[in-house]
């Protein structure tokens, strides 16, 4: 009766605990299964790019107006450096292939004048040997002479051909073999001469030409 007043009067008896076994496990939380929808990632919200505010071009009449003057000064004076040097470089790069083709040149007709040379060889045979046969009088001084006058053309066509080479006028082959060119039409006369048995180079026969030449210009 004692107990029953007290509910009455409005006391709550505690809900009881349940008993907590050993072989008893705690009861498991329900996890909300994942969804497969990707979350958007948030946009990056850096800070805002600086505004200037600027004149416009249709202002000036030129873009150099635009600098200031110590600006104007030094751009200039980069621009002028900047020239000079890459004027230089295209100088140096000049002169470099101009020697590089000189060089190219000389060992061209080096190359070739070994091979010439050899040719030319057989070619004074052909001028010599009829010298003695076509000059009668004189002994042996008078074809020395001229033999000597055909080694001299030989020598300075070598020379001029080389140098006309080098200043890239002739191409470096045919300059090597001009000599032998002048000088085989030479030996081929002379030596039909010498086997026609003609008297060529006598000292009286270009005497009597010139007498008679002399008399022409005269009477005419």
Known sequence: KTENNKVSKGTVKPPPKPKVTS????????????????????????PEPLKQNLDSLETYDSIIETFGEGEYKKLFSKAESSIRSIRAQAVSAVRTIGDIKETRVKYIFDLHTKYSMAVVCFIFVFIGAPMGAIVRKGGFGYPILISIVFFILFIVLTIFCKKIAESFVLDPVLAAWVPGIVL??????????????????????FVNTIKKWIEKKKSA
């Not at 939380?29 to 969804?35: A, F, L, M, T």
């Open 23 to 46: 072989n008893s496990q705690p009861p498991r939380k329900r996890v909300p299964p994942k969804s497969n929808t990707i979350k958007p990632k948030p946009k990056y919200r850096g």
């Open 184 to 205: 085989f039409p030479i030996g081929l006369i002379l030596t039909v001469k010498a086997m026609n048995d003609s008297k060529l180079l006598e000292p009286e026969r």
